[in-house]
């Protein structure tokens, strides 16, 4: 599906959706959610050496706009892209600057 065949309720969602990736470290976070990983806030915070309460502002954002999704286990919850074909935008991303 071409762009000119998208309405504009999906141009719109797309929108907000490149809006809330376009941070440093919701990239980060995107990043490290590939290939179908699933991490916790904590195990998030430690690799990107950030707060753990600026990472769950970050989810949030992300989960809100549709990039992420989360599944509770016990006491965790886990945070997994909710379509792996975003984990491109980051790839093309990395190709573009370098």
């Known amino acids: 599906m071409g762009i000119k065949e998208l309405k504009a309720e999906q141009l719109e969602h797309s929108a907000n959706m490149l809006k809330a990736i376009a941070h440093p470290m919701r990239i980060a976070i995107i990043g490290l959610l590939e290939e179908g990983k699933m991490l916790t806030v904590t195990e998030i915070h430690e690799k990107l050496d950030i707060e753990q309460s600026t990472t769950s502002h970050?989810?949030?954002?992300?989960?809100?706009?549709?990039?992420?999704?989360?599944?509770?286990?016990?006491?965790?919850?886990?945070?997994?892209?909710?379509?792996?074909?975003?984990?491109s935008i980051i790839n093309c991303v990395k190709k573009c600057t370098i």
């Open 58 to 87: 970050h989810l949030g954002i992300l989960k809100d706009k549709g990039i992420l999704m989360s599944k509770r286990e016990g006491k965790n919850t886990f945070y997994y892209l909710k379509h792996e074909s975003l984990s």
